[in-house]
């Protein structure tokens, strides 16, 4: 999370018909001076996790994710969810 930890895990789940996720959880595998609970409200002030509001800023409706069938779908460039974002931190 953009310098905020080593390493990091971002749990997020999701029940069919409701808007918001049900739960987000974050793990920074003890590679973070910020609590969890501050790693969680970065997240929460910086990505709108819900389902429509992912589709709409990844760009998810347009037909450009076929080279994704090979290599996979992280760690490439060119894919809107590999670009970095500034977070804001307060």
């Known amino acids: 999370?953009?310098?905020l930890c080593r390493r990091c895990l971002v749990q997020v789940s999701y029940a069919i018909g409701l808007s918001e996720p049900l739960s987000?959880?974050?793990f920074?595998?003890?590679t973070?001076?910020?609590t969890q609970g501050e790693l969680l409200n970065v997240v929460?002030?910086?990505f709108d996790l819900r389902p429509g509001?992912?589709?709409k800023e990844l760009n998810l409706r347009?037909?450009?994710y076929q080279k994704t069938s090979t290599y996979g779908h992280f760690g490439r460039d060119g894919f809107p969810w590999e670009q970095p974002k500034v977070l804001r931190l307060h």
Do not use: E, L
């Open 28 to 30: 920074d595998y003890g």
């Open 1 to 3: 999370m953009a310098g």
């Open 53 to 55: 509001k992912i589709v």
């Open 24 to 26: 987000i959880t974050v």
């Open 32 to 34: 973070s001076k910020m």
């Open 62 to 64: 347009q037909p450009i």
């Open 44 to 46: 929460k002030k910086n």
